[in-house]
């Protein structure tokens, strides 16, 4: 026990004892340096400190080498939103001329459909608007 020791704390042996005796007087015992808390700390613990804004830290990048590297990743993304812009481009070409083809083959089916049927209506055959008077 030193003096700097709170009242009432006692040193008490950690380990196995030895086959030597302990020392008189306690010297050679673990005494520890600050005393255990008496209670636990109320509340939740404190946040972490914030990330730093300039400097070293993430938020102000690592000098000239890290704007190099943001340089690069932006240029990287921005040539991959170009490409898939360029996909989605040809993509939609594809599309409008597929519809504009079926709307030409259906334009062609409804115009020989009514060739058909105004030249039976024609010959008799056919009555659009009812009975022939």
Do not use: C
């Amino acid at each position: 026990m030193t003096a700097t020791d709170p009242p009432g704390a006692t040193a008490s042996q950690t380990a196995a004892p030895d086959t030597d005796p302990p020392p008189v007087g306690g010297a050679g015992l673990p005494v520890p340096t600050t005393p255990a808390p008496d209670t636990a700390p109320d509340g939740p613990p404190p946040p972490p400190p914030p990330p730093p804004t300039g400097g070293w830290g993430w938020a102000g990048g690592y000098g000239r080498r890290g704007s190099a590297l943001r340089q690069r990743l932006a240029a990287h993304l921005a040539a991959r939103r170009r490409k898939r812009r360029a996909w989605a481009r040809d993509i939609a070409r594809i599309v409008l001329v597929v519809s504009t083809l079926a709307l030409a083959v259906l334009a062609v089916e409804i115009a020989r459909k009514a060739v058909v049927v105004l030249n039976r209506a024609d010959l008799g055959i056919v009555h659009l608007f009812g009975e022939r008077g």
